[in-house]
């Protein structure tokens, strides 16, 4: 990674690397998402990542409910201080830990990305290492309803780093966001939202030509599997009520 990065950045990279090559020694399926996964997995666009000023800070990490309790066994061994009040209450879906000398806050999740929508991992993190696949990265930052531009800037690098295709591990696989969001009208709305708020943004980063224009088709390319992927009754019937319900969950009630 590039020496470029930020004392910060460049901590937690290393510490998330590391702890994935560690846990897989120990045949534990720990992948990392979020921002730090993005970067990673866009590793040949890390020119523009430095560009957008971007900086992490902190870490997280998906992995299945059944390593729950070895996985805190695993951090803690690795220096890592338990949040208990937060596993106490919060535990069944996501650990919260401290590492205290790096000054790195670290989450894992179990099973799912549970915020403002679902994504579903319980059978996806042997598809790839150390993250979990671009599109289920693309899919963690879009479902974001209150989005900010630090989401904007990750979904811009991930989306200039990868393809829009179908089927393969390493592109952002349109046949998954196709079929999820035919069967969720809300989280299709907000994907929709936010794929027009990507395109709203481009403009005041000044990209080079060419970039902009690779990214702009992706968008399109993305919108318009969604479009052509047959709905499901029960998004037909959700899409006629519309704006007049709530069609997300705050993140508040997500981690109260």
């Known amino acids: 990674m590039s020496s470029s990065f930020s004392t910060k950045t460049l901590t937690i990279l290393n510490e998330a690397l590391k702890i994935a090559e560690v846990a897989k020694k120990e045949n534990i399926p720990l992948r990392i998402i ?6 990673i997995h866009s ?4 020119n ?4 957008f000023e971007r900086e992490l800070t902190d870490l997280d990490f998906i992995t299945y409910s059944k390593y729950r309790d070895k996985v ?4 803690l061994k690795l220096g890592y201080e338990a949040d208990e009040r937060f596993i106490y209450y919060f535990g069944e879906f996501r650990h919260k830990y401290y590492e205290r000398i790096k000054n790195v806050t670290l989450e894992v999740f179990f099973d799912k990305i549970e915020m403002c929508h679902t994504i579903d991992l319980s059978n996806r993190l042997e598809l790839d290492y150390p993250t979990i696949p671009p599109v289920d990265l693309l899919m963690e930052k879009l ?3 209150e989005i900010n531009e630090k989401d904007l800037k990750d979904l811009i690098l991930l989306l200039r780093a990868h393809d829009v295709s179908y089927g393969s591990n390493d592109v952002i696989d349109v046949t ?3 079929k999820l969001l035919s069967r969720d009208w809300g989280f299709y709305y907000t994907v929709n939202l936010n794929l027009e708020r990507i395109k709203n943004y481009l403009s005041k980063l000044k990209l080079e030509v060419n970039d902009e224009k690779n990214i702009e088709e992706k968008i399109e390319k993305i919108k318009k599997a969604i479009e052509d992927e047959p709905k499901t009754l029960s998004w037909k019937m959700r899409a006629k009520i519309g704006l007049k319900k709530k069609w997300y969950r705050e993140v508040e009630e ?3």
């Open 254 to 256: 997500v981690v109260r």
């Open 72 to 75: 805190k066994t695993f951090l």
């Open 34 to 39: 979020g921002a730090c996964a993005i970067l």
């Open 143 to 145: 479902q974001i309803v």
């Open 176 to 178: 998954r966001i196709a």
């Open 43 to 46: 590793k040949n666009f890390q």
């Open 48 to 51: 523009l990542y430095l560009k």
